[in-house]
């Protein structure tokens, strides 16, 4: 059996240069690599989209909506401001209103790792749980396990979660694998015998 590299997609951070968020991300990439993917960030500034609806996805969305297209699984990772996801990331996500009419529209068929980095602990969880009912609306798969991290607390870190995180991300993205079999978008198979 020959087992092709899962498309892993990043997507997070803030405009701050190494902000906790896209750190975070970027050891989430990082593990999926290591893990056997293939992956793709979308993270900083390369997330200063116009205001979706406003404009006709330019070279940058289409990048986006793309990689989106293709993806085996996602990665997101949010600030928390004032108690949410940042206006940023959040317009980002409204592009993948673009994917409402592909063979797997939206997420669907995709696990999401999601990654929650606020300056307390109570942004913190409504954080993720905001990030969770946006991937339910866009009807991908929010991993079990979600990760938090208090950047107001020194040497802050997250443990292994990250990795677990990432693992599960991994795993449904092998078991989903399969569902991309006879559409009509001719993707990569994960697994073919
Ligand atoms: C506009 C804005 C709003 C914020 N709101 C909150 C908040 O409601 N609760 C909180 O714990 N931290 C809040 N923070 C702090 C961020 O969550 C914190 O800096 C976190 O580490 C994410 O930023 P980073 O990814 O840039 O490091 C806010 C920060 C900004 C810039």
């Known amino acids: 059996m020959m087992v092709a590299r899962p498309l892993i997609?990043?997507?997070?951070?803030?405009?701050?240069?190494?902000?906790?968020?896209?750190?975070?991300?970027?050891?989430?990439l990082a593990e999926a690599?290591?893990?056997?993917?293939?992956?793709?960030?979308?993270?900083?500034?390369?997330?200063?989209?116009p205001i979706y609806g406003t404009a006709k996805p330019g070279t940058a969305e289409q990048g986006f909506i793309e990689a989106l297209r293709r993806s085996d699984g996602v990665v997101i990772a949010s600030p928390g401001y004032h108690?949410?996801?940042?206006?940023?990331?959040?317009?980002?996500?409204?592009?993948?209103?673009?994917?409402?009419?592909?063979?797997?529209?939206?997420?669907?068929g995709r696990?999401?790792?999601?990654?929650?980095?606020?300056?307390g602990w109570q942004a913190g969880g409504s954080t993720l749980q905001h990030l969770r009912s946006i991937v339910h609306a866009l009807r991908g798969w929010p991993t079990p396990l979600g990760v938090i991290t208090n950047s107001s607390l020194p040497n802050c870190c997250c443990g292994d979660q990250i990795s677990?995180?990432?693992?599960?991300?991994?795993?449904?993205?092998?078991?989903?694998?399969?569902?991309?079999?006879g559409m009509a978008a001719p993707l990569q198979p994960f697994c073919v015998a």
Do not use: C, W
């Open 9 to 28: 997609v990043g997507i997070g951070g803030t405009t701050r240069s190494g902000s906790s968020s896209e750190r975070l991300l970027h050891q989430a």
């Open 33 to 49: 690599q290591a893990a056997g993917a293939d992956t793709l960030a979308f993270s900083g500034e390369g997330l200063l989209f």
């Open 83 to 108: 108690g949410s996801v940042s206006g940023m990331l959040k317009n980002a996500l409204d592009y993948i209103e673009e994917l409402r009419s592909d063979v797997r529209p939206y997420l669907q």
């Open 111 to 119: 696990p999401v790792g999601l990654i929650a980095a606020a300056a």
């Open 164 to 181: 677990l995180m990432v693992g599960q991300v991994m795993d449904f993205a092998g078991a989903f694998g399969a569902g991309k079999a």
